[in-house]
């Protein structure tokens, strides 16, 4: 396999062998996870919640949402994790509008019928073959086998999704109200003072309950989703640096170079017309 190419693939994606051995090790802190259960024994932390997992439980973790493996034994199965950057150019808008599944909020285990399982498992069958394999259009292909499996997922979570209400905890609601203000307003407003204000509560309450739920700050949150979009926009390459500096809200082409380049280690001519 090119370097290159690895190396563009551990950037924005990683695909775990059958066998979950090195799940624990492998996984990012913020990426979105897709993790399929075939065999084994295996205990996770989602948020403030414990569960234990068995055969044919579908996990759904969005990015920057709390996750840890607590025990992980003889454990077969497929994982992807995968940041939202990668997938965006084929959504319509926030992840968590095209696939209600990343939503905080939603029911992030769902037990599946061996011919839901089977028809996933299909899925990441083919993520695994295309990513092991050198192609020049590896990434497209990559991307586009992700969105089959988050449209199969879609098919699976849509008639049976638990989005929680009155019987999620008070928290929850709260950072989940939080990261949908951050994806309405995040280019006009980047200080964690005023989305306390639209929230009613103080900044140190908001910090305090963001990163109990999410791992990261507010103040992070808000910097990886104006990030997300210049990759998105830079990507593209429908626009100048200079055009996406200014509908950024950054101050000056300098100031916005320095950004991306201290988030992401390229400059944003290294980045222009990657998608």
Not at 38 to 53: E, F, K, Q, T, V
Not at 81 to 86: E, L, S, V, Y
Request: aromatic share 10%; glycine share 6%.
């Amino acid at each position: 396999m090119d370097k290159t190419n690895r190396e563009t693939d551990i950037i924005e994606m990683i695909v775990l062998p059958g066998t979950l051995k090195d799940k624990g090790e492998a996984c990012w802190h913020g990426g979105n996870l897709i993790y399929l259960l075939c065999a084994g024994s295996h205990g996770i932390h989602l948020g403030a919640d414990y569960r234990w997992l068995q055969a044919n439980d579908l996990v759904v973790v969005p990015e920057n949402f709390r996750y840890t493996s607590a025990y992980l034994r003889s454990c077969r199965g497929y994982c992807i994790q995968f940041r939202t950057a990668f997938i965006q150019p084929l959504l319509n808008g926030d992840i968590a509008e095209d696939f209600p599944c990343f939503d905080l909020e939603a029911e992030h285990v769902v037990h599946l019928t061996a011919p839901q399982s089977s028809l996933l498992k299909a899925c990441f069958k083919d993520i695994q073959k295309e990513y092991k394999r050198f192609s020049s259009e590896k990434e497209a292909l990559l991307r586009s086998f992700v969105h089959i499996l988050l449209l199969r997922i879609r098919s699976i979570y849509h008639p049976g999704t638990k989005i929680i209400n009155e019987n999620t905890n008070s928290a929850l609601k709260l950072a989940n109200g939080f990261k949908h203000l951050v994806e309405r307003n995040f280019i006009e407003v980047q200080e964690v003072k005023k989305y306390a204000e639209m929230l009613h509560i103080t900044t140190r309450y908001l910090t305090a309950v963001v990163k109990k739920i999410m791992g990261k700050s507010p103040r992070d949150i808000i910097k990886d989703r104006r990030l997300l979009e210049a990759k998105v926009l830079l990507g593209t390459a429908a626009k100048s640096i200079t055009e996406i500096a200014y509908l950024l809200n950054f101050s000056d082409q300098a100031h916005f170079s320095h950004f991306i380049k201290q988030h992401t280690g390229y400059t944003p001519h290294q980045l222009l017309g990657k998608y």
